[in-house]
């Protein structure tokens, strides 16, 4: 939520603040959720085991086949935490600066 207000603050038109998520969108393909981290080329390796959604696709996986890792949860609990005051810290000061402004 906070991630999409600051979106919505940094945009300068409508048309920006659609198009700003369009990244997190392409995140997954990038991620653990097609192919085993493990085949993949080592730069992109790299990228997919330290971006926010291989733990927590990691993390779905392992619950639904009944065998999850302690250490995907907290990794996903991190990414969430990291994401989520990052975000608001980020909106809150967009919003003070176009309020002064104003």
Not at 58 to 81: N, Q
């Amino acid at each position: 939520m906070w991630l999409g207000a600051a979106f919505g603050l940094v945009a300068k038109s409508v048309e920006t603040a659609s198009n700003l998520p369009m990244v997190l969108i392409l995140l997954p393909f990038l991620g653990s959720g097609f192919v085993p981290v493990d085949s993949m080329p080592g730069w992109l390796a790299w990228f997919a085991e330290h971006q926010p959604f291989t733990p927590f696709i990691d993390t779905v996986r392992g619950l639904l086949a009944g065998s999850v890792e302690t250490s995907d949860v907290v990794a996903t609990a991190i990414w969430a935490v990291v994401i989520g005051v990052g975000s608001y810290v980020w909106a809150l000061a967009l919003f003070r600066k176009e309020r002064a402004a104003a």
